[in-house]
């Protein structure tokens, strides 16, 4: 039971242009979502967050969108450079009932930015 | 600030083999994750642990196990070692935080 999905393995975007990654979830208890960005022979490092009260978070170049009625979030990346080069790894979690940071990972998109 | 770290970085084992991977987490983090990373999959929870307590668990067989030291550095073990086991295993730590990841042991099993 996929609980995480993204759909797309992977992406090629022109650097300058926004890139932007999907991922659709089933469990409606999930409260806090993440996005993490894999290189490799790297672990994942953490990229930004959003918790379900919210809608839209954004850091710098990178905006996460969070559509609850459609079980749905998004990773914009504007403007794409190449070094944004990596896996994204979407990920989900269900803070309550001492679930703790136990996170619910999608199978990561690989996005390729071309110069 | 030191991040997680894992050793060792690469571990080669025979089926029905033992393995054991060690984790040291961020200083002042408390909670450690191991997940796996199978090839073409996304990670898969496996194990928390809290202040020396297994907090929870994934779908995972009894014979990954684990457990974590009094300085909060961590271990997991993997018995009776089958060829779907080899893998990618992360390491992650918090302390009401996101989860810091380590760079992981591949771990082969032949």
């Known amino acids: 039971d996929q609980q995480v999905k993204q759909n797309s393995p992977s992406l090629s975007v022109q650097e300058g242009r926004i890139s932007i990654l999907n991922c659709d979830y089933t469990?409606?208890?999930?409260?806090?979502f993440l996005w993490y960005k894999k290189y490799p022979a790297e672990g994942p490092t953490f990229l930004i967050s959003i918790s379900s009260i919210k809608d839209k978070n954004e850091d710098g170049r990178f905006t996460v969108f969070l559509n609850k009625s459609a079980k749905h979030l998004s990773l914009h990346i504007v403007p794409s450079q190449p070094g944004d080069s990596a896996v994204y790894f979407c990920?989900?979690?269900?803070?309550?009932?001492?679930?703790?940071?136990?996170?619910?990972f999608g199978q990561g998109t690989e996005l390729s930015v071309k110069p | 600030e030191a991040g997680v770290t894992q050793s060792p970085t690469h571990l080669i084992k025979t089926r029905g083999q033992q393995a054991t991977l060690r984790c040291s987490p961020i200083?002042?983090?408390?909670?450690v994750y191991w997940y796996q990373q199978a090839l073409g999959l996304g990670l898969q929870f496996l194990l928390w642990?809290?202040?020396?307590?297994?907090?929870n668990r994934g779908n995972f067989p009894p014979r990954f196990s684990g457990r974590q030291f009094p300085n909060y550095s961590s271990e997991l073990n993997v018995n009776a070692l089958e060829l779907e086991d080899s893998a990618l295993y992360l390491c992650?730590?918090?302390?009401?935080?996101?989860?810091?990841f380590g760079n992981g042991t591949r771990l082969t099993v032949t």
């Open positions: 200083s002042g983090h408390t909670s």
């Open positions: 992650a730590s918090s302390w009401n935080s996101p989860l810091h």
């Open positions: 469990n409606s208890m999930f409260d806090y």
């Open positions: 642990y809290d202040e020396g307590e297994e907090r």
């Open positions: 990920a989900a979690s269900q803070m309550i009932y001492n679930q703790g940071g136990k996170l619910i």
